[in-house]
């Protein structure tokens, strides 16, 4: 995808910028503007299309991290030249790929991807899976104290062609909906949702970057699904201008596979299924991926191809979920998401293990009820 830059900042980018940055950076970009020539174009072309890019720095290259803030992103704006002409350099392309990020309600420097489903589908073998966390994240999101929470679990990429590190990605783990404790419990594990992402010092007022509908194959209980997907719609999370949903279908294995023509015909009805339900609930369109988290010594026989393993249609996973979630940041034109996905997902890549970021316990907000 080619994203091309307009020439001129916003007015209040302007009057940020202005007011802030003039007067702290003004003697800095003359001098190295003098010491170094910098090519003069209004566009320049943007890749964000692949996890399989360079990860070797550029020649002496300074990584950084994200612009902590909305000022500290102005006035690095303001230091590349990014109002009037745009230096063709890595961080001024960043930076725009955070603005693009920003025009659709996304966070300029956290990016989220919210785990959702019933109880037991498998929402975190899902993400481990997908990040080759091992079962990192399974293991902290176990309720250590018998208390349900929604918690988040912070990875970290970095992109050299950008010269940033310290990409955070925060995986969202959220209770099951469908608890054995009953409908209060349910209720609960609701409102830590919303309370999460209005505590949240960076998703506050932002839509998730992603959002994965996880659903069992062999789970029958629709009328439970609809009602989950109906409560997810009242916590304003789901952008139906910039659709942010992602459907994955686990423990596809379970349904007997020795015929495989036959197996993916239920594969396939089951698919349509999902979405449709999704889109009746949600009004929008979401891809849907099929996936087997229970694999290898202590699972389903599944081929390994180099660093994936191949379903019983021939399908690679993860690779196919990865694939769903670029393009739909592709799409929306969410290139900060883009970029930090690909940052992690690389082949490359080792993936340390997650940190732990906010947490909100359901139990918690039992006085709100």
């Given at each position: ?248 279908i686990t423990h596809v294995c379970k349904i007997p596979n020795r015929k495989v ?109």
């Amino acid at each position: 995808m080619v994203y091309h830059v307009n020439k001129d900042l916003c007015e209040d980018v302007k009057n940020v910028v202005i007011a802030y940055a003039k007067s702290n950076v003004d003697k800095h970009v003359q001098s190295s503007r003098s010491e170094k020539k910098l090519p003069s174009t209004s566009s320049f072309e943007i890749d964000v299309d692949s996890a399989t890019h360079s990860t070797s720095p550029q020649e002496e290259s300074i990584m950084k991290p994200l612009p902590r803030d909305e000022r500290a992103l102005f006035q690095e704006a303001y230091s590349l030249g990014l109002i009037g002409q745009n230096p063709d350099l890595p961080r001024a392309k960043l930076i725009d790929h955070i603005k693009s990020s920003k025009m659709i309600g996304r966070s300029i420097n956290h990016v989220s991807i919210l785990l959702v489903g019933l109880s037991g589908v498998g929402k975190s073998a899902t993400i481990n899976h997908l990040l080759r966390t091992k079962d990192e994240i399974a293991k902290t999101s176990y309720f250590e104290t018998g208390t349900r929470s929604t918690q988040e679990f912070i990875v970290y990429g970095s992109a050299p062609r950008y010269e940033v590190e310290g990409l955070p990605l925060g995986v969202v783990d959220t209770p099951g909906f469908g608890d054995t404790d009953g409908l209060y419990q349910d209720a609960c594990n609701f409102f830590s949702i919303q309370e999460f992402f209005h505590t949240h010092p960076k998703l506050t007022g932002h839509y998730p970057n992603l959002i994965f509908v996880i659903v069992k194959a062999n789970d029958n209980r629709f009328s439970e699904f609809v009602k989950w997907l109906e409560h997810i719609k009242l916590q304003n999370l789901v952008d139906r201008n910039n659709p942010n949903v992602v459907a994955v279908i686990t423990h596809v294995c379970k349904i007997p596979n020795r015929k495989v023509d036959k197996w993916s015909k239920i594969m396939e009805t089951k698919k349509t299924t999902v979405k449709r339900i999704i889109f009746d609930a949600l009004k929008v369109t979401a891809p849907v991926v099929l996936l087997e988290n229970m694999y290898g010594k202590e699972g389903y026989d599944l081929d390994v191809v180099g660093d994936y393993t191949r379903l019983p249609n021939g399908v690679l996973q993860p690779k196919n979920l990865y694939e769903a979630c670029a393009d739909v940041l592709k799409n929306n034109n969410d290139n900060l998401g883009l970029i930090t996905l690909n940052s992690i997902f690389a082949p490359s890549t080792k993936v340390p293990p997650p940190k732990r970021g906010h947490k909100i316990e359901a139990k918690n907000v039992k006085s709100q009820l």
